[in-house]
């Protein structure tokens, strides 16, 4: 625990100096990036000790905070989200050395070193709380400093409104958390967390409504369907760094939120399962669908993002139906997909955002019609990009195959097993997983093949450069951590057993038999894969010694044979994606404007398609108007003068001194 505790002082230090440092870009990247580095590493020592022997003893200190108390624990679950934690937020600090560069000459770079670093503590410090006062502390730090984060561009209007839509929903979602934790806390007697055990037997409705608030609350900021609006609009908004910490690591706060209230709440019904699996079917279908229509790549992202939450929860979903119907083999592979997706998810697609961040760095545009060609003069960004293309879709031999594989199987457990409602709910799971992935698939076959196949768009693309070395190796990083998982699958389940387990509330699964069939037929998949990555390499070497020494031509790319071929003959992100679009037109109400060509010789013709966010667009912008419109009736109360306002604080302490006095 000195270590960890260690690692949380030197990262609010190094914030604090790297704020002091202001415009000097040396000792910025000194205390903020140094602090990070070195503050994540003795941050991981003690995760990964306590993820393999067990918690570590724990920390408490007296706090002057009515009801809290600085009480701090590393268990297996806590150890367990630190790891990406830590990691991914080391690198992508690393990287925003180099890709905050262009922002040196015009404005002070100190504070949003500062604020990262403030972010990874703040989260550190949230999965490690053991008290319901530290935990809320820290859960609002950590969404500040992310907003401040996400605003760092707040000359832009449109960065400025993604700020606000962001305050607003982490708010929101921190409300539903204040009156489950208050609730809690008066049940127990107690703002600690291990005087909070079993409420479902003692108390079933209670259990109940603190399952349903820690879902609304802990689901806005992992982003559920549909209170995920502000995460395509603040992901984008942020430096690209940045959107690989909030959509790689933080929005699994709320993941872990959920995952840590199963522990407080006792034996779960079937009906908690199955919402959390409709929740991720709606999730994971929507999200990819959305994501499909969308021309900016880091919006794209962004929806993806919302695709695999919608994954993690339908893990979850079936873990939770196994452990209501004692099915242990079935809740451990349900709870295992779900953890290792986590993990899976913050490597692929922190990797995913820094890669398009090294787009944006080159060639100054997200925008996919524009772009095109960028493999040949960005090898190594495309290949990690890439990588992480293949990761995403669920493809082997890298880690996004294995996570979903565990939750495939626990479904199909489940599906054979169960002869109720339920096998059916698990059979809709299992189509949808399989839905999910075929449209990630045809999703990124777009993004990647219009940003990096193909002939560039626009003139500017033939000049871009490859990224430098402090942003291509926090990529390969990610990159290497996404095949090692998926050609040892095996090792890492073992490894993040302690974690899993510590969910599924038993040391050991009873079936123990199960789980090693399960393990070696992931060896034996993961083998195959490793064996067709192999004879593809060597096929790749081979074409390359044979084309040697022989002259080879080119062309246009897309040239099809036309004398004079352009690049806008190639497919648009548009024109790939529109049949598919068109497929979930009733859900994502694209809206369409064009040009249609005139005449034998048309001067111009244009279309242009946008789709909005239907949860945006159709219930919460109508919802805040009524509210609106609600309270215009109260404007009386508003009538600009200091005395008034002074008098209506005093008339509230009187009213708040006589209800305390009459109690």
Request: net charge positive; proline share 5%.
């Amino acid at each position: 625990m000195t270590l960890f505790l260690s690692a949380l002082t030197i990262l609010g230090v190094s914030a604090g100096c790297a704020a002091l440092a202001g415009r000097n870009q040396r000792w910025v990247t000194i205390w903020g990036v140094g602090g990070a580095v070195i503050g994540c590493f003795l941050g991981l020592m003690p995760a990964i000790h306590a993820l393999t022997t067990g918690a570590l003893p724990p920390f408490r200190a007296a706090w002057q905070v009515p009801y809290g108390e600085f009480f701090l624990v590393l268990d297996p679950l806590s150890a367990f989200f630190l790891l990406p934690i830590f990691g991914v937020s080391a690198l992508a600090a690393i990287y925003g050395s180099e890709y905050l560069k262009p922002f040196s000459t015009h404005r002070s770079l100190g504070p949003i070193s500062a604020w990262l670093n403030i972010l990874i503590a703040s989260m550190a410090l949230v999965v490690a709380a053991r008290n319901a006062v530290l935990f809320l502390v820290a859960w609002e730090v950590m969404s500040l400093a992310s907003f401040f984060l996400v605003t760092f561009e707040d000359e832009r209007e449109d960065v400025r409104e993604a700020g606000w839509t962001y305050l607003v929903a982490t708010h929101l979602g921190t409300a539903f958390l204040f009156v489950f934790f208050t609730l809690l806390g008066r049940h127990a007697g107690s703002m600690d967390f291990d005087q909070l055990t079993a409420i479902s037997a003692a108390s079933p409705t209670l259990a109940v409504v603190l399952f349903l608030l820690a879902l609304v609350g802990f689901g806005t900021k992992a982003g559920f369907m549909p209170l995920h609006v502000w995460l395509p609009e603040a992901h984008p908004a942020a430096p690209s760094h940045v959107s690989a910490v909030m959509s790689g690591v933080m929005i699994k706060l709320g993941i872990y939120g959920i995952l840590r209230t199963l522990t407080f709440l006792g034996p779960p019904p079937a009906w908690w399962g199955l919402t959390l699996l409709m929740i991720g079917v709606t999730s994971g279908v929507l999200g990819v669908a959305f994501a499909l229509a969308q021309h900016d790549l880091k919006r794209l992202l962004a929806y993806h993002s919302v695709e695999n939450i919608g994954i993690i929860a339908l893990g979850m979903g079936i873990g939770l139906l196994g452990q209501s119907a004692g099915q242990p083999v079935m809740s451990w592979l349900g709870f295992s997909g779900a953890l290792l997706h986590v993990l899976n998810h913050s490597l692929f697609k922190g990797l995913l955002f820094l890669g398009a961040g090294s787009v944006l760095h080159a060639t100054g545009t997200r925008e996919l019609d524009r772009l095109g060609g960028l493999f040949k003069a960005m090898p190594w960004t495309g290949t990690a990009f890439l990588v992480g293309a293949t990761a995403i879709c669920g493809l082997p031999p890298l880690n996004g195959f294995i996570s979903e594989w565990l939750i495939y199987v626990g479904g199909f457990h489940g599906f054979l097993a169960f002869t109720t409602r339920s096998g059916m709910w698990l059979g809709l799971g299992i189509a949808a997983l399989a839905l999910i992935g075929g449209l990630a698939a045809a999703c990124f076959a777009k993004a990647f093949g219009t940003v990096f196949l193909g002939s560039p768009r626009e003139a500017q693309a033939h000049s871009v450069h490859e990224a430098g070395p402090a942003m291509l190796i926090p990529m390969m990083g990610l990159a290497g951590s996404c095949l090692a998982i998926g050609l040892w699958p095996h090792g890492v389940v073992q490894f993040i057993m302690p974690a899993i387990s510590s969910i599924t509330g038993a040391s050991l699964p009873v079936d123990a038999a199960g789980i090693a069939s399960t393990l070696a037929g992931l060896r034996l998949v993961s083998a195959t894969a490793a064996l067709l990555l192999c004879i593809t390499l060597a096929l790749v070497v081979l074409r390359r010694l044979l084309l040697k020494t022989r002259p080879i031509n080119q062309a246009f790319t897309w040239g099809c044979g036309y004398a004079a071929p352009t690049a806008q003959m190639q497919y648009t992100a548009s024109s790939f994606a529109q049949p598919l679009g068109r497929l979930f037109q009733s859900v994502l109400r694209t809206q369409s404007h064009e040009q249609a060509p005139a005449g034998y010789f048309p001067d111009s013709a244009h279309r242009t398609s946008h789709t909005p966010d239907v949860a945006t667009t159709y219930l919460f912008l109508p919802l805040f108007a009524r509210i609106k419109r609600g309270l215009e009736a109260l404007r009386w109360l508003q009538q600009g003068r200091v005395q008034l306002y002074l008098l209506y604080i005093f008339l509230t302490l009187v009213v708040l001194l006589v209800w305390k006095l009459g109690v």
